[in-house]
Structures are given as structure tokens and as C-alpha cells.
């Protein structure tokens, strides 16, 4: 039986359209589709045990399952692209994420031709499995404070990896701990005594006949991690390196080159492609920070329609909590959330992709701007998914603490991309240099490109004022995009003028970072907006798609100008009576949702294993599955628990002088 039946006949869209618009294409839809059953009808792949596993077992079955996907996506010759859509739906962090998803790009941004040929096809076949080594113990976020050293040796012609201090031994590379047979490890390159920076090597860990550690090498995994199952199926690692040679050829050379001689020589690229594999990741993680948060909000907004508490009339049902202004001022910003995510991490992409086509044709002129969306939508999209993801638990009462909600395990796993690949607010810094450098170079003529180039429009926004009369004025684009743009350009013009202060401009740098990352954040938030917009430009077919997604852009950017009034209020673009026409209008918009809500869901197409979740269950068939589940969980397994005789018995036992009190 469909207990969300009544809620899937109130649609007002046509719900297989929208799921093409999410899946981004009818082919992507089509292979994610199929591929999300094959791996939810197969017992291969089944995780519902998983938070009660301990780590050694949690880990055993982790590498059953990585190899086992293996073998389906080979025996079924599936394409790289069905094969990525397996490793997704199998949804279990693995060394197999570092391996495809790091290692691999590693080599190909950075190594020469030649590296590639020699190493690419050991990797695209297994033969060798690699892990991504650059934060040590000491240091993560300062790339260049790194410690490992890989001096050259000219008589051998090979490079000595070393681990001269505690604080260098690598610390945190997924993979390494247990499973991985190589690594791409970052070191400080020593010629001749004389220092060259932070380089790549590709070098050897494990023996590729007994996996033992080679001569030298010190490796192991760095202990539990926060939460149950989670990221504790990944083996995070330690390593040390007591010199350690590799041959030259082994230093990734794309970027730069040492030569038999010793010489280093440095090609036309900026050096800073060495960290080009970070940029890379930052862009897939904007894209799949919509799968997270779309995940948790299906969870939070079944069970929100399933769930009824008080205001009964006549002995009649009591109230969907959905109904209430306060669960969909909480639950309908993030479903529009996870929409504007989707849509931004498309864009982002594109613009990916549009970057590393110039920098083959030795056009660097777009990698600041890459770098500064990928950094700062990176930092704006997990820091928001991670808080939704938390926020979804509590929209599911206490039944959300439950395991078998499936979301204490979803936060637990999302949690760190606020850290990994960057601290999210050491990356909005970076979003800052970018617009401190922009602004300061609005005089000179250059103009702003991209996703910069409102700071073309400086004095416009610097004295335009919203025109917005009635409530509707903010369902108009033009009028939505001009208050960001000029609550973005205020912000950082303010924080500009304030650096203009300080004789040494780092120090000021460090004493405003508080408000140069909120004016990074109000440029990210632009950026979505602006995304989200742009999106609703294209033909979107199907009835009533283009108005939902008209709804929730709405209430995304109606949100964010709600949350941040004061922002807006202070940059005075507008009036007190404009920002609450603002918020009625948030409140019509989510009355519009209201009846699409269980739908808007469902065109996510998750299957109940991908969701992994009782409360999100399509059914919406909760209470008996809850009751069957909690009879299910191994304390249950008997009446009287292990420890009862021990411990609990002789307590009900004692005969106590005080028995009185
Ligand atoms: C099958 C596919 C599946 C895909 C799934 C894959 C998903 C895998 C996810 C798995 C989960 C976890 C894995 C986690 C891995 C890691 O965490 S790896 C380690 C990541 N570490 C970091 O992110 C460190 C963060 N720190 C930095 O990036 C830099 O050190 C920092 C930028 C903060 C500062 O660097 P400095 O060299 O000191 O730079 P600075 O002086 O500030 O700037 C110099 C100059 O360079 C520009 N810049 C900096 N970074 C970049 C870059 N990446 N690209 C381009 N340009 C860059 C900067 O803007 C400055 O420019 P300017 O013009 O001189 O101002
Ligand atoms: C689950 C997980 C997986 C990971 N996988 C890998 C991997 O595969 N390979 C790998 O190499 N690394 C990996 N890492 C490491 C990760 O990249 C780093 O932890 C991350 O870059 C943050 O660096 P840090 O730990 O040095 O934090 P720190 O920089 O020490 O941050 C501590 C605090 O200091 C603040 N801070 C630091 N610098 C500044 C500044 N300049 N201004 C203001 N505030 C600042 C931060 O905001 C933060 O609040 C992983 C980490 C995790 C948690």
C-alpha cells in the first residue's frame, strides 16, 4: 500500500520530466535509472547493517564489496559512465573513491605524455591501486609549509623521499592505510641544497606480491572516525618515508622538470597546476553536494507528510507536520537548496571543462576564476549541505536520531567535506584575494569577466536602490539579481576600503578575514542565484516543470535575502518595507510547494536501498517498518541481556544498610 498516495495525486507537474531535468539528460536519467536498481536488486551490495558493524568487519566487507563491483562492472562491460553511476549507488566510501577520483586525475593534470602511457593503464586496470598523499600531520590547509622532502640525487639519478620530522609523516590520504599499493605523494624538492617547492612523485608503497610495506616505508590506517559505518569504511592513512628512492622519471612533469643533470626547468604553466587535482575534486564534490542534500531533504520530506501531530477537529486526522509554517520554513529551503546545488554544479562543470580545454591551448586566463568558483562554491555548497543534512534529522523528530532514519549515518559521512579538500574557510580566503585583487583593479581598465563581471556595473550598484512596490515585484529576475549584485559589490568594496588602512596589506588581510569571508559568501551566493536563473532561461519541457522550478528558485534566493537582511539592509540598497514584502512573498511560494512537495522529491528517483531510510521509505509505510526494525537490532536478540547476571542482577540484589533512603 502507498501511504504518500494522497500526496503523489496533489502534484501539479509532470514528475518524469522533472526527473530528466535532475538526471541533467534522458540518456544520464536512463543509465542512472537503471543503474540504481541493478545495484538495489543485488544482495551483493546490501548496507543495512552497516552502523552496527565493527571497523575490522565494516572494512573486510567494504573491500568484498569494492571488489565485487569490480567484477559487475566487468562482466556486465559496463561504460565508464554506468561504471561511476555504480560506485555512486553502492554508496560506501572505498579506496576505490581516492583511486578514481584522485590518483588517476593526479597523473593525467600533471604527468607528461609519456607518464601517462606508462602508468595510466596500470591504474585503468588495477594493476596498481594508488592513494593521494599531500597533508601531513603538521600541515593540510599550507600546502607549502608540507615537510616531506624528495632530494635529487644526481649520482643515481633518482629522487630520496624522506620523513625528517614526526609532523611530516603523511596523515589522512583515503586508501593509503591498508589498501593502497602506490601513492602520488607531495614533497618540498631539494637540487643541489637548493629548495624548489611543492612537487608530485609518484612513488611505490606496498610489495605488489605479498602487500607488504617496501624497504623504508612506514604505513598503517589513523583509527576510528566520528560516527557508525560512515567514513570508517575508508582506510585514512599514516606514512612515513626513512629515504626512500625512486627514479627520477617518477617526479610528476608536466608542470616543471628536473633533468639528468639536475637542472630544474619550469614549463610556460603556472605552477599552480600542481594543484590542479584539488581543483578538479572541488568541482565533482559542488556537483554531488545536491545528491547529499537531496538525499536527506527525500528523507525529512516523506516522513514530514507521513507524520501527524496535533490539531485533530472532530476526532478527525491530525495535522501532516508538513503543514506547518514553521517545518516548511525550515524543510522548503533546502529541497529549493538542493535544486540550485544541482544546477550550479552543472555550471560548474561546463566551466571546468571550459578551463582545461584553454590551458591545453596554453590559455590561462580563466584558472584565477576557476580556482575562486571551484574554492568558494566548494565551501558554500558542503558547509550548507552538511547543516541540511542535521537540520533534515531534527525535521524528523526524535525518530530521526534512529540509525535506521539513515541520516546520523549521512551527516556522519558528509560532515568532513567540510574539511577535506580544503578547510571551507580557508577557501573562502581565497574566494576574498580573488575579489580584493579584482576590485583593486577596477581602475585600470581591465574589465571583469565571468562570473566577476557585475563589478563591472561598480557605480550602478553602488547607488542603485531596489524599486520593488508589492510582494510580486520579487519574482522578477532582473530586480533579484540586482539587490545580490549590489549587497555582493558593497561587501567587498567595504572590506577594500578597510584594507586600504593598513600599511602592510597582510595584516589587514588577517585582521578583516571575518568580513572578507562573508563578502565571499555573499559573491558564492551570486553565483547560485545567478545559476539558478540562467537555468530557468533554457526550454524546460513538461507541464508545470518550469513553474516548480520557478517556486523554488524563489524561495532559494528569497531564503538567503531573508537570512541575510542584514547584509542588505546595511549596504541600504534596501528598505525595512522591502525586505518583509520579501518574506511574504517567501511565505506564498512555500504555500505553491506545498502540494508538490512529496513530488518534487520523488523526481530525485532514489531507490529505498540508495536512501537507506525507514522515515524516507517511497511507501511512506514507517511505523511497521520502525516497530520490525528495532525487533531486528542484535540487543534484541535475547530477553535477558549478556552483563544481566554480571551486573545488573547483583545490584537488585544487594542488601544495603541505606536501603531506606
Ligand atoms: C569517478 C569519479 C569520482 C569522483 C569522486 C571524487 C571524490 C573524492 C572525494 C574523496 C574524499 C576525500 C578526499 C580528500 C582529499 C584531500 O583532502 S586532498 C588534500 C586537499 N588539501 C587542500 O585542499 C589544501 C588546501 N590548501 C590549498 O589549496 C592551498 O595551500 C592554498 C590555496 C590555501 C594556499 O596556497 P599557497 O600556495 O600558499 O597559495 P597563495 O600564496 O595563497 O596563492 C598563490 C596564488 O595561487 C593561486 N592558487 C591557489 N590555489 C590555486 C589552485 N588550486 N588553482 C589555481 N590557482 C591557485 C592563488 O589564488 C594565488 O593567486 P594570486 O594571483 O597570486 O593571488
Ligand atoms: C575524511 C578526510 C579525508 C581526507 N582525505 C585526504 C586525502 O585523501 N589526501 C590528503 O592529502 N588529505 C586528505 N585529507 C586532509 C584534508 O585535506 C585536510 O584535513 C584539510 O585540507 C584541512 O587541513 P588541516 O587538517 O590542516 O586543517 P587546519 O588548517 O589545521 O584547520 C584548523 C582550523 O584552522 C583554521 N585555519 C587554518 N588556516 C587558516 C587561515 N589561513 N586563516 C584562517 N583560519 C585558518 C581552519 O579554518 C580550521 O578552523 C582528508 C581529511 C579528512 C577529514
New binding site residues.
Given amino acids: 500500500m502507498d501511504y504518500l498516495a494522497d500526496e503523489r495525486k496533489k502534484a501539479e507537474f509532470d514528475v518524469d520530466e522533472m526527473k530528466i531535468v535532475w538526471a541533467g539528460s534522458r540518456h544520464a536519467f536512463e543509465v542512472s535509472d537503471r543503474i540504481s536498481k541493478l545495484v538495489a536488486n543485488d544482495p551483493g551490495f546490501r548496507k543495512d547493517t552497516r552502523t552496527m558493524l565493527a571497523r575490522k568487519e565494516l572494512f573486510k566487507n567494504t573491500l568484498r564489496k569494492a571488489a565485487y563491483a569490480w567484477k559487475r562492472i566487468h562482466d556486465l562491460h559496463l561504460s565508464e559512465e554506468e561504471a561511476?553511476r555504480l560506485?555512486f549507488y553502492v554508496d560506501e566510501?572505498a579506496y576505490t573513491?581516492?583511486h578514481?577520483?584522485?590518483f588517476v586525475p593526479a597523473i593525467k593534470g600533471q604527468g607528461t605524455d609519456e607518464q601517462q602511457k606508462k602508468w595510466l593503464p596500470l591504474a585503468y586496470k588495477m594493476q596498481i591501486i594508488g592513494c593521494?598523499a599531500?597533508?601531513e600531520l603538521g600541515h593540510?590547509?599550507?600546502?607549502?609549509g608540507l615537510e616531506t622532502t624528495a632530494t635529487f640525487d644526481p649520482q643515481t639519478d633518482e629522487f630520496v623521499i624522506h620523513s625528517p620530522t614526526l609532523t611530516s609523516s603523511k596523515w589522512?590520504?583515503?586508501g593509503l592505510g591498508k589498501v593502497s599499493t602506490h601513492g602520488v605523494v607531495y614533497a618540498r624538492l631539494i637540487i643541489n641544497g637548493e629548495e624548489h617547492g611543492i612537487h608530485g612523485f609518484i612513488v611505490q608503497l606496498r610489495s605488489l606480491e605479498d602487500h607488504l610495506p617496501l624497504p623504508g616505508v612506514t604505513v598503517g590506517d589513523i583509527g576510528m572516525k566520528f560516527g557508525n559505518g560512515a567514513y570508517n569504511t575508508m582506510d585514512n592513512g599514516v606514512l612515513r618515508f626513512d629515504h626512500v628512492r625512486i627514479p627520477r622519471n617518477q617526479m610528476l612533469m608536466r608542470v616543471s622538470q628536473v633533468t639528468r643533470d639536475g637542472k630544474y626547468k619550469q614549463s610556460d604553466v603556472?605552477r599552480?597546476?600542481v594543484?590542479?587535482?584539488?581543483?578538479y575534486?572541488?568541482q565533482?564534490?559542488v556537483a554531488?553536494a545536491s545528491c547529499a542534500l537531496s538525499r536527506a531533504v527525500t528523507i525529512a520530506t516523506r516522513y514530514s507528510a507521513v507524520r501527524r501531530q496535533f490539531g485533530s477537529q472532530n476526532g478527525g486526522p491530525e495535522t501532516q507536520v508538513i503543514d506547518y509554517k514553521t517545518q516548511q520554513n525550515r524543510l522548503f529551503p533546502l529541497l529549493a537548496s538542493a535544486y540550485a546545488f544541482k544546477f550550479v554544479g552543472e555550471w560548474l562543470t561546463w566551466l571546468y571543462n571550459d578551463v582545461t580545454q584553454r590551458l591545453q591551448a596554453s590559455d590561462f586566463s580563466t584558472?584565477?576564476e576557476?580556482?575562486?568558483c571551484?574554492?568558494g562554491l566548494k565551501s558554500l555548497t558542503t558547509t550548507a549541505t552538511a547543516d541540511g543534512i542535521e537540520e533534515c534529522r531534527k525535521l524528523c523528530g526524535g525518530h530521526g536520531y534512529l540509525c535506521s532514519s539513515g541520516l546520523p549515518e549521512l551527516f556522519a559521512v558528509y560532515v568532513?567535506?567540510c574539511?577535506?579538500?580544503?578547510?571551507n574557510t580557508?577557501?573562502l580566503?581565497?574566494v576574498a584575494?580573488?575579489l580584493m585583487?579584482t576590485v583593486s583593479q577596477l581602475g585600470s581598465g581591465k574589465k571583469p569577466l565571468g562570473t566577476i563581471s557585475y563589478m563591472g556595473k561598480i557605480e550602478h550598484l553602488m547607488q542603485s536602490r531596489c524599486t520593488v512596490q508589492k510582494a510580486e515585484d520579487w519574482l522578477k529576475p532582473s530586480q533579484v539579481l540586482e539587490a545580490f549584485e549590489a549587497r555582493a559589490v558593497k561587501m567587498a568594496v567595504s572590506c577594500a576600503k578597510n584594507l586600504s588602512k593598513f600599511t602592510n596589506p597582510e595584516e589587514g588581510f588577517a585582521e578583516l578575514s571575518a568580513d572578507l569571508v562573508e563578502a565571499a559568501v555573499a559573491h558564492c551566493q551570486l553565483i547560485v542565484v545567478s545559476k539558478f536563473i540562467d537555468k530557468l532561461q533554457q526550454d524546460i519541457p513538461g507541464k508545470g516543470v518550469k513553474q516548480q522550478l520557478e517556486a523554488l528558485c524563489g524561495i532559494y534566493y528569497l531564503y538567503l535575502l531573508h537570512k541575510h537582511q542584514g547584509d542588505f539592509l546595511a549596504t541600504s540598497y534596501l528598505t525595512p518595507k522591502q525586505a518583509a514584502l520579501a518574506n511574504d512573498q517567501l511565505r506564498a511560494l512555500y504555500t505553491k510547494v506545498r502540494p508538490n512537495a512529496v513530488a518534487l522529491v520523488d523526481s530525485f528517483n532514489y531507490t529505498d536501498h540508495f536512501l537507506g531510510s525507514i522515515l524516507g521509505c517511497y511507501d511512506g509505510n514507517v511505523y511497521p517498518k520502525l516497530y520490525d526494525a528495532a525487533w531486528k537490532d542484535p540487543l534484541n536478540d535475547s530477553v535477558v541481556p549478556e552483563g544481566y547476571h554480571e551486573y545488573v542482577r547483583p545490584l537488585l540484589k544487594q542488601q544495603l544498610h541505606t536501603a531506606k533512603l
Fill in positions: 561511476s560506485r566510501p573513491d581516492l578514481w577520483g584522485m593521494y599531500q597533508t593540510g590547509s599550507n600546502v607549502q589522512w590520504p583515503g603556472p599552480q597546476l594543484y590542479g587535482t584539488m581543483v575534486v572541488r565533482t564534490i554531488d584558472l584565477p576557476a580556482h575562486a571551484t574554492a568532513p567535506a574539511t577535506y579538500e580544503g578547510d580557508v577557501l580566503l581565497q584575494r580573488f585583487k
